[in-house]
């Protein structure tokens, strides 16, 4: 199975901050990469996929990027409603397996 | 507005077994990749299983043997079932909808919390 490691675990950060996560697999993935934010006790809900592509609706402050094994996702300007954990999600290979999640939390 | 509720969660014992349910509104099972996905309490996301559109189904290694996935298609529905109940079996049970696998999970359910405790 493809390993995909985030980091950081988790940061503080204020409302207007630039946050990035970065999110390693364990081979390359060729872009094949989401992410999802997830709330206390709500469900995921898919953000970007093929590492920069927005999913509808989603706000244009959340972007990726990346190629190979190293991808990013950043908030350009974090809002109240961000502080969420994040997730990556690779889906190269099966079985698709997600990231350890990062927690941003307000400072 | 499309979107999946989850349900058959609760208390069960170890060594038990359960059922849970996915019903979809505004599309049809038959028409989506169909996964399951769990959370253990605190921890990350983990996929245990899919349901292909042609009807085959694939597992992960940990859940082999003792999950099966299953489609309803004249109810509309998923479900998944699950035998020989492990206290590590806890947690938050979503299904998921994709348009393919492996793909991206573009519609989630609120999830069903299972509790395996004696």
């Known amino acids: 199975d493809i390993q995909m490691t985030q980091s950081p675990s988790s940061l503080s950060a204020s409302v207007g901050d630039r946050v990035t996560v970065t999110c390693r697999a364990s081979?390359?993935?060729?872009?094949?990469l989401a992410w999802y934010q997830q709330k206390p006790g709500r469900a995921p809900k898919l953000l970007l996929y093929?590492?920069?592509r927005l999913q509808t609706g989603v706000p244009s402050r959340f972007s990726g990027s990346g190629s190979g094994t190293d991808y990013i996702f950043t908030i350009t300007s974090l809002q109240p409603e961000d502080f969420a954990t994040y997730y990556c999600?690779?889906?190269?290979?099966?079985?698709?397996?997600f990231g350890g999640g990062t927690k941003v939390e307000i400072k | 507005e499309e979107q999946l509720v989850e349900s058959g969660g609760g208390l069960f014992q170890p060594g038990g077994s359960l059922t849970l349910s996915c019903a979809p509104s505004?599309?049809?099972?038959?028409?989506?990749?169909m996964s399951w996905v769990r959370q253990a309490p605190g921890k990350g996301l983990e996929w245990v299983a899919v349901f292909y559109t042609a009807g085959s189904t694939y597992y992960a290694d940990s859940v082999q043997g003792r999950f099966i996935i299953s489609r309803d298609d004249s109810n509309n529905t998923l479900s998944l079932h699950v035998s020989s109940l492990r206290v590590e079996d806890t947690g938050v049970y979503y299904c998921?909808?994709?348009?393919?696998?492996?793909?991206?999970?573009?519609?989630w359910g609120q999830g069903t919390l299972v509790t395996v405790s004696s």
């Open positions: 093929h590492a920069s």
């Open positions: 998921a909808r994709a348009t393919g696998y492996p793909s991206a999970l573009d519609l």
């Open positions: 505004g599309f049809t099972v038959r028409s989506r990749y």
């Open positions: 999600q690779q889906y190269y290979r099966s079985p698709i397996t």
């Open positions: 081979q390359a993935i060729d872009n094949s």
